[in-house]
Nanobody, 124 residues
Framework: QVQLIESGGGLVQAGGSLRLSCAAS????????VAWFRQAPGKEREFVAY????????SYADSVKGRFTISRDNTKSTVYLQMTSLKPEDTALYYC?????????????????WGQGTQVTVSS
């Protein structure tokens, strides 16, 4: 069983930066893909970014492209989300997700393993 634990959330002013971490534990962590999703109050959970566990393929939602960077450290079984130029509309609960297949990588349904989330609040 895989456990995903997010950290790094907090309160930041608009224009600021945060780095989120997603650390995996449990079985040997070698998924096909790891992603970040987020859910703002009253809204559905939405895709933010994903990274393939092998190779360098990444993908971003249009709303974060150019501001967020997803990366990984395979030796630490950890994925990061560097967030810069943060906006109040980035305020949300950020979730890490992983899967061993490459199906529907920008959809919630494409991921079997989820963390509990870390809160990011951006003040104006």
């Amino acid at each position: 069983q895989v456990q995903l634990i997010e950290s790094g959330g907090g309160l930041v002013q608009a224009g600021g930066s945060l780095r989120l971490s997603c650390a995996a534990s449990g079985r040997t962590f070698s998924p096909a893909v790891v992603a970040w999703f987020r859910q703002a109050p009253g809204k559905e959970r939405e895709f933010v970014a994903y990274i393939r566990w092998s190779g360098r393929t990444t993908s971003y939602a249009d709303s974060v492209k150019g501001r967020f960077t997803i990366s990984r450290d395979n030796t630490k079984s950890t994925v990061y989300l560097q967030m810069t130029s943060l906006k109040p509309e980035d305020t949300a609960l950020y979730y890490c997700a992983a899967d061993y297949t490459l199906m529907s990588m920008t959809q919630e349904s494409g991921y079997h393993y989820w963390g509990q989330g870390t809160q990011v609040t951006v003040s104006s």
